[in-house]
């Protein structure tokens, strides 16, 4: 919100087309392209609502639509993949399949495991530091 409580805007270029429009909400893309996007994802919604065992691969040809698009609307919501027990799609570090997120769940975990020890290390780095600032403090 700008000044007075109006909405700001602001140019920008559209993600898919190029073209110069006003973005008046976080959409990286023109009005005209999320029409377009809209009108493919109802496609696809309609294929699977008749192929509802179809693989992201079978769909994606089927109603020529990029896996990519389709990846993005499984992740916002849009397509659920418990009523598509199929719609697996590759994790983003190692390829296996995955339903949700980016990652698949032995990657997540140790994405995980890995932050939680780079977390216990600069608490205990800065502990360490904190004792030994204490220690050289007291003895000047």
Not at 116 to 135: F, G, M, P, T, V
């Amino acid at each position: 919100m700008g000044e007075g409580g109006s909405l700001t805007m602001g140019l920008a270029n559209c993600k898919n087309c190029g073209k110069l429009y006003n973005q008046q909400t976080h959409e990286d893309i023109c009005p005209q392209c999320r029409q377009e996007e809209e009108r493919t994802f109802y496609t696809v919604r309609d294929y699977l609502r008749e192929n509802r065992r179809s693989t992201i691969y079978e769909l994606s040809d089927a109603t020529e639509v990029a896996v990519s698009l389709i990846i993005k609307w499984i992740r916002e919501g849009r397509i659920s993949t418990s009523d598509h027990p199929e719609l697996a799609y590759p994790c983003e570090s190692c390829g296996a399949p995955t339903q949700e997120g980016r990652y698949c769940k032995p990657c997540k975990d140790r994405l995980q495991k890995g932050f939680e020890q780079s977390k216990q290390d600069l608490i205990e780095h800065r502990d360490d530091h904190s004792r030994n600032a204490y220690y050289h403090r007291r003895n000047n």
